[in-house]
């Protein structure tokens, strides 16, 4: 089994090098300090195990994890004790707490190697809307939504947001000009923003409030939004009353 390590702290990830490096059946396919680093090493190095820390700067590790197609088996390292539930939510084979102790990190690599004999997939892929909640703590919207183009990946903080377009199972995000596909139901991308920013105006149109600058009456119980850069959405009678309620 390869496993990679996943911390923006050198000396947890010389502990899990040491303690990998006593797993006989285990070699190390890299170490990676921050989420951008770990997707490339996920991609070119395919491991089956993941030891990934949750806060790191840039990415996340539950953003790190909305960002896969294929997940490998993962395994949360942190200091951080609030986030298991939603470790174990996202499908996490084992939530181990710093600092890590031998047996414990041997315990969780055992129940890798158990889920992996029993044929099960290593992480069965949650849906993006999922990995993206995990990723804020409770309560709290939004504040980003992040983009996978090929090996790059786009950071498109929610106030940049002008609109979004459904495109069957993708929604395209259009931000300052240009525009992002991200496979997700627009559905499930609305629901994590901000609904006193953003609107379902039509049930293929999500509009940023703040980009608006007028509405018109199209035809009978019909309008159009009329945006401050001149781009102009459908705005359905539901849409419009959600509009109403807001402005």
């Not at 890798?112 to 004999?117: G, N, S, T, W």
């Not at 997700?184 to 609904?195: H, K, T």
Request: hydrophobic letters at 50%.
């Amino acid at each position: 089994m390869r496993a990679l390590i996943v911390d923006d702290e050198a000396p947890a990830r010389a502990l899990l090098r040491e303690y990998l490096a006593a797993e006989p059946d285990v070699d190390l396919a890299g170490e990676c300090a921050n989420g951008f680093e770990a997707l490339k090493s996920i991609a070119e190095r395919a491991p089956g195990l993941v030891l990934l820390d949750v806060q790191m700067p840039k990415l996340d590790g539950f953003e790190v994890l909305e960002l896969l197609e294929h997940p490998p088996a993962v395994v949360f390292v942190t200091a951080y004790d609030e986030y298991a539930l939603r470790a174990f939510e996202v499908h996490a084979v084992d939530y181990v707490m710093k600092p890590v102790g031998r047996e414990r990190l041997a315990a969780a690599i055992a129940r890798v190697r158990e889920r992996l004999a029993a044929g099960a997939p290593a992480s069965p892929a949650p849906p993006a809307a999922a990995l993206a909640a995990a990723a804020r703590p409770p309560g709290r919207h939004a504040e980003r939504v992040l983009v996978k183009d090929g090996a790059r990946v786009h950071v498109i903080p929610a106030d940049k947001l002008d609109w979004i377009e459904a495109k069957d199972d993708y929604v395209e995000i259009h931000s300052e000009g240009r525009a992002f596909l991200k496979a997700q139901p627009i559905s499930e991308l609305a629901a994590g923003l901000d609904p006193d920013r953003f609107v379902r105006i039509h049930r293929s149109w999500v509009l940023n409030v703040e980009r608006l600058e007028r509405l018109e009456l199209y035809a009978r119980d019909s309008r159009v939004a009329i945006l401050k850069d001149g781009k102009e959405l459908p705005v359905s009678r539901a849409g419009y009353a959600r509009l109403r309620e807001l402005l």
